[in-house]
């Protein structure tokens, strides 16, 4: 499996839930971002989370990291129809290492 | 303040022809990245610029592509001869430090 891999590949929930997208990554890592694309648009940076710390937070984001697992999570809690997007994890090495991305995950809300 | 901006928003062009694809970073951001989406594929990353020297160029896939940043602003990445399997999303991204990268809206390429 590649660096920052996510599960599920895709989520299907309705407006109102929670929606839990999980990542997996290989090497030691100094960052763990998480990463929205909409449809036909750029990445919009959501949220950091450094490698001494295991949660945080963002309005109605929550992220974890584990690095005993080297696994991270996002959670969006009530989703809305707006949260429709792919997400990614994307992990670094500290210095000028560059990012190194999942294949990520397709969230759909419904209405 | 004005983000990362990409010029095309899209480009067709046949099997052979040249694109260069244009990246403008958040002002005052040294870094700047280029990275590439494949579809169906990860995000993976291509180069990076400190200034207008190149930092790291591991991820460019092969002698068709060239990337500058003449005087540390704008970059561009020229494809030369195009090919088929050149065609995805190009994204760029611009930070700071080496925290958080900044995207812009990405370029999308198809080469028919």
């Known amino acids: 499996s590649q660096q920052g891999e996510e599960d599920p590949q895709a989520l299907s929930i309705q407006e109102g839930e929670n929606a839990t997208m999980n990542c997996s990554y290989k090497t030691s890592i100094n960052n763990l971002q998480w990463y929205r694309q909409n449809s036909g648009r750029g990445l919009v940076h959501l949220i950091l989370i450094r490698s001494n710390e295991r949660e945080k937070h963002s309005g109605r984001l929550r992220v974890t990291l584990d690095t005993s697992k080297k696994s991270s999570s996002l959670l969006i809690t009530a989703s809305r129809a707006a949260d429709t997007a792919s997400y990614f994890c994307?992990?670094?090495?500290?210095?000028?290492?560059?990012?190194?991305f999942g294949k990520g995950t397709m969230l759909l809300v419904s209405p | 303040e004005a983000g990362v901006t990409q010029f095309p928003s899209h480009s067709v062009i046949e099997k052979g022809q040249t694109v260069t694809l244009r990246c403008d970073p958040i002002s005052g951001h040294d870094n700047l990245y280029w990275y590439r989406r494949v579809m169906g594929k990860e995000i993976k990353f291509l180069l990076h610029?400190?200034?207008?020297?190149?930092?790291?160029e591991s991820g460019m896939p092969n002698n068709r592509f060239l990337a500058e940043r003449t005087g540390g602003t704008y970059s561009t990445l020229k494809v030369q001869p195009a090919e088929l399997e050149d065609s995805g999303v190009y994204f760029c991204a611009s930070s700071t430090s080496t925290d958080t990268q900044y995207f812009g809206p990405g370029t999308r390429l198809t080469v028919l």
């Open positions: 994307a992990t670094d090495r500290g210095g000028y290492s560059t990012l190194t």
């Open positions: 610029f400190v200034k207008e020297s190149k930092q790291d």
